[in-house]
């Protein structure tokens, strides 16, 4: 598979010091432009149709990272016509993100890694197809980063294993994606070119964060992102009969 160039660092607006709001603003819409022509070349140069992310974890050694990495293996194995997907990441040493890249890698899937300057000495800049680094927040700073607008919204699905504080806020930043689509899909139900919800598979039995999902209850309307029943899903092969089922291949 011939990948165009896969180091991309998101360029980052001019300081909060510029006196014209108006060139703050078009310096960060540029910004943000570049990001999504770069994402959209890469996806067509690669045949991708559906990007899905693996989130949860932080144990790269030990029970669970070997849970981990036999449900991931699973879930690849699971998927129909894998060759239309890219699998995304956080981007960084450890975890789900570095063993869900590195066994992407050896099935020849395309990779993307999402990741904050602020982790950049963690980031897996040689293993990821494409990577996609944020630039850090306009005021103050932050040890772990702010790229979670950026990688919730190039999703079609998401796989959750276990997880902590991060991983929660991609997947609260993912349902209140969801909410949005619904409210305008409830709007316009016969327009077909709004976007779908972001499909959930949290791994019941991983603990924490997918447990969470399992168990929480939803006051709003997040459209049918989730399996039915919620905790349905136990495996890799299980979550993968749910993405092909919510995203079908494109023959």
């Not at 890249?101 to 990821?128: F, H, M, N, Q, W």
């Not at 049918?224 to 919510?246: E, H, M, V, Y």
Request: glycine share 10%.
């Amino acid at each position: 598979m011939s990948l165009p160039d896969r180091h991309y660092h998101m360029p980052v607006g001019p300081s909060i010091e510029m006196s014209s709001q108006d060139q703050l603003s078009h310096s960060v819409e540029a910004a943000r432009q570049a990001t999504a022509d770069k994402i959209q070349s890469f996806l067509q140069a690669n045949g991708i149709r559906y990007v899905i992310a693996l989130i949860g974890d932080s144990a790269t050694e030990g029970p669970i990272a070997e849970r981990n990495r036999t449900i991931i293996t699973d879930f690849f194995d699971g998927l129909m016509a894998p060759e239309q997907y890219a699998i995304q990441t956080g981007g960084t040493q450890g975890g789900v993100p570095e063993i869900g890249t590195l066994l992407a890698k050896e099935r020849s899937l395309p990779t993307i890694g999402v990741y904050p300057g602020a982790v950049r000495k963690y980031a897996l800049e040689d293993s990821a197809d494409l990577v996609i680094e944020t630039p850090d927040i306009l005021y103050g700073r932050t040890s772990f980063g702010s790229e979670t607008p950026t990688f919730v919204n190039l999703l079609d699905g998401a796989v959750v294993l276990g997880g902590s504080y991060g991983t929660r806020v991609e997947v609260s930043t993912i349902l209140r994606t969801n909410k949005s689509r619904q409210d305008a899909l409830r709007s316009s139900p016969a327009d077909a070119t709004l976007p779908r919800p972001i499909y959930l598979a949290p791994i019941n039995g991983t603990g924490r964060v997918a447990e969470e999902l399992v168990g929480m209850p939803l006051y709003e309307d997040v459209g049918d992102c989730f399996p039915t029943p919620r905790g349905r899903i136990t495996s890799g092969l299980g979550a993968a009969a749910f993405i092909n089922q919510k995203l079908p291949p494109i023959r």
